[in-house]
């Protein structure tokens, strides 16, 4: 026997599963969503368009099995209240433009 014996190296490490590629379209949803509640005056239709890409992002992820599932719904909750919340403003606006007129001219 020789004094070198061959060295045995571990094995190599274990390959680790990755975690399934985001879809943009839930990523849209998530920065359009919190857009539709922090930009004033257009939020409204910024909510609906967040709304859309949620529901675009949701049938992606079902067919593809792409990650990015919490983002969508985050994405739709931050548009739907987005939404509701200038919709809210605008009624109020509405409303009162009404009252303040009837005053005005007396109808």
């Not at 014996?5 to 274990?14: G, N, R, T, V």
């Not at 922090?38 to 675009?56: N, T, V």
């Not at 809210?88 to 005005?104: E, N, R």
Request: a positive charge; glycine letters at 12%; aromatic letters at 12%.
């Amino acid at each position: 026997m020789s004094e070198f014996q061959p060295q045995h190296y571990p094995p190599p490490y274990p390959s680790y599963p990755t975690s399934p590629k985001t879809n943009g379209k839930a990523i849209a949803a998530l920065v359009l969503g919190i857009c539709a509640i922090i930009i004033p005056y257009i939020g409204f239709i910024i909510g609906i368009i967040a709304i859309i890409m949620s529901k675009l992002s949701f049938n992606e992820i079902k067919r593809s099995g792409d990650g990015g599932k919490g983002m969508a719904i985050a994405g739709l909750v931050c548009g739907i209240i987005g939404l509701v919340f200038y919709a809210i403003i605008f009624l109020i606006i509405i409303l009162t433009l009404v009252i303040y007129s009837t005053k005005i001219y007396g109808y």
